[in-house]
């Protein structure tokens, strides 16, 4: 393990790190398939690109952008975050890139955010987390509700992917939701 930040029992999350462009991580940015429900694979996505990103993120104290890594393999399958921390208003929101397509469906998105939320109400010490999905993004909506997240909303027609424009549902949860739902969790660190 390469410096671990947060443990679960199949993964760890850590800082993203600049050899992490040397595996598949532009890749998964320039796959159609992969991106099909984000607002990513509108620009190509360049080496350089991603070198500013990582740098940024290893500096930023209002994004907690964390490379999600495969414990008995140590291989990055993707990345989460808790982006625009705001100090005041305690709260942030949540994002998520499976990258390796091999991993999709066996619940490593679900162990990975549950360690990222837990820390960020823990740690972080925020209220609130939220995040948006495009309304055909079924899975992303699944994860939301099994994070203990309620829907919230709808940003009718705000996004535009794949030819067509769709909505955005919105999701968010308190602390208090989420320990409700998650009360005898482990200390992930």
């Not at 080496?47 to 990582?54: F, L, R």
């Not at 390796?100 to 619940?107: A, I, L, P």
């Not at 992917?161 to 005898?184: A, L």
């Amino acid at each position: 393990m390469r410096c671990p930040f947060l443990i679960g029992e199949r993964v760890y999350l850590r800082g993203l790190e600049l050899s992490d462009l040397n595996g598949n991580y532009i890749a998964w940015l320039n796959d159609a398939q992969v991106c099909q429900f984000n607002s990513h694979h509108v620009f190509p996505y360049s080496k350089e690109a991603g070198e500013s990103y990582i740098k940024h993120t290893q500096s930023s104290k209002q994004d907690l952008i964390l490379a999600i890594v495969v414990k008995h393999t140590d291989q990055h399958i993707g990345n989460i975050a808790l982006q625009c921390i705001h100090p005041i208003y305690r709260n942030a929101e949540y994002a998520i890139l499976l990258g390796e397509k091999e991993y999709w469906g066996q619940g490593y998105s679900k162990e990975a955010s549950v360690l990222l939320i837990q820390h960020g109400f823990l740690a972080l010490n925020l209220h609130r987390i939220y995040c948006g999905t495009s309304a055909d993004n079924v899975a992303m909506q699944k994860l939301a509700i099994f994070m203990g997240m309620k829907e919230e909303g709808r940003r009718r027609e705000a996004m535009y992917k794949n030819g067509k424009y769709v909505d955005v549902v919105e999701y968010g949860m308190t602390v208090e939701d989420f320990f409700n739902k998650y009360q005898n969790l482990p200390d992930p660190a």
